[in-house]
């Protein structure tokens, strides 16, 4: 449920907030008034987180819990008090949400030719107070963020432990499998290379052997012994 | 100190990420020419059904003007109503309502002019989405596309639309066009050649039961 928390949270702000900062400005691609409503969110977290630091629920940041108890009682009264500022603050974007809504419905309903039509009930106020009730109780939800938050960042370096690992041994898989078949590509050049060199070197030993065979006496010409007679 | 460093280096580095993406959605002028010579003043009831469908449609940063094609269009004094939306989106709503109570008036006491100058309306459009210079530029010309000039009228003049989206839409097929579709053909044509050659692009839109595909 806690990582829904920040996105209702998120939904009912940020459309009353592009009221306050305009809605069509933009950083890169990111709309102001959804960064404008995200850094509420954000400043509620880390109130939160304070305020259950200050009150030795959760142990984060050790230098706030060892603060004399009369600064950190301080503190908790800080930070709750610019926690239900904030809430009063959402609790206000949420009514304005619903006159946005509201108005945007009735404009809509008069460019379809549907002036007659209201979208109003008497019943209105109930979802109306039912967002201003949400938008006042949520950020004091999200102060227990800070619980799953701490065990989370002390499971993290497990986690990641963990997780590193794994990688390594499965990087070591890939690159051990990669020299393998690195290895057996070369045999297999090899012997592909002995195929059909095979041919070439055999047609070379073969005109070698032809050529360093010694060659046969040729006959005795026939008219010799009588030369060799006549002058004897 | 140096513990806090790296959360540091990437909450930066996340937001130059931001920083470097895509460009912002771009904003939208749209600039509708109404004929409102003779017989085609009838055609007014569709023309405020469309305004209510752009309008609808239109966002908060949006320019949107709505000017009427008369004998002379070449003036700031053929725009019925012209608005820039507001970034606040309460005031985008309050801008609609006025723009649609700025064109019903002007519908009901609208008098059919006796010329038809559209030239001058696309120029007098070109001029005005240029100065506004948004994103995307979309001139519509409700109009049967008959321009019909007054004597002394220089219009034919190269159209600089350079970038522009002309749409034109409820092109009506005259008396004479049932005789020889031909004239109601070369006229279409005649009118993209010329919106092509200023380097826009050009597309008729004669059904009106889907208006939100006007703007593409």
């Known amino acids: 449920l806690l990582p829904s928390d920040p996105v209702i949270n998120f939904h009912l702000i940020a459309r009353p907030m592009a009221e306050m900062v305009g809605g069509n400005n933009f950083i890169g691609s990111w709309r102001i008034a959804d960064i404008a409503a995200l850094v509420i969110i954000f400043v509620e977290v880390s109130m939160g987180l304070f305020l259950m630091e200050s009150l030795r629920i959760t142990r984060l940041f050790p230098v706030i819990g060892a603060l004399p108890d009369k600064w950190r009682v301080i503190m908790v009264w800080i930070t709750l008090g610019l926690l239900t500022s904030l809430a009063c603050v959402e609790a206000g974007l949420a009514y304005m949400r619903e006159i946005l809504l509201q108005d945007e419905l009735a404009t809509t309903a008069l460019l379809r030719g549907e002036g007659g039509v209201s979208y109003g009930n008497q019943f209105i106020w109930i979802t109306t107070a039912a967002q201003m009730g949400m938008g006042f109780i949520l950020p004091f939800a999200l102060t227990f963020v800070a619980i799953p938050l701490e065990s989370f960042i002390h499971a993290l370096r497990t986690v990641l432990g963990v997780v590193l690992s794994g990688c390594l041994r499965g990087l070591a898989a890939v690159l051990r499998l990669a020299g393998d078949g690195c290895r057996y590509l070369g045999r297999l050049l090899v012997d592909l290379y002995d195929v059909m060199i095979f041919l070439p070197l055999w047609l070379e030993q073969q005109v070698k052997a032809h050529v360093a065979r010694p060659a046969q006496p040729s006959p005795t010409p026939k008219g010799t012994p009588k030369v060799k007679e006549s002058l004897s | 100190m140096n513990r806090w460093r790296p959360i540091a280096l990437a909450t930066l580095a996340l937001a130059l990420a931001g920083c470097s993406g895509e460009a912002a959605p771009t904003t939208r002028g749209v600039y509708l020419l109404i004929d409102t010579s003779g017989t085609y003043t009838q055609e007014l009831d569709k023309a405020q059904a469309l305004i209510n469908a752009i309008l609808a449609k239109l966002d908060a940063g949006d320019s949107f003007a709505v000017a009427r094609v008369d004998t002379g269009s070449f003036s700031e004094k053929d725009i019925v109503a012209k608005v820039t939306f507001d970034d606040r989106p309460s005031m985008t709503n309050q801008q609609k309502r006025n723009f649609r109570e700025e064109v019903d008036t002007f519908v009901k006491k ?67 066009d049932n005789v020889d579709p031909r004239e ?28 939100e595909r006007v703007l593409g």
């Open chain 2, 184 to 211: 109601y053909m070369t006229r279409l044509q005649d009118w993209q050649r010329r919106v092509e050659s200023g380097g826009g692009t050009w597309r008729v839109v004669n059904d009106l039961d889907r208006l």
């Open chain 2, 110 to 176: 609208v008098k059919p002019s006796a010329f038809t100058d559209i030239t001058g309306g696309i120029l007098q459009a070109a001029e005005y989405l240029n100065e506004k210079n948004p994103g995307r530029k979309t001139i519509l010309i409700f109009s049967d596309l008959k321009e019909d000039l007054k004597k002394g009228y220089v219009r034919d003049i190269p159209l600089t639309v350079d970038g522009f989206e002309v749409v034109a839409i409820n092109v009506t097929k005259l008396r004479s």
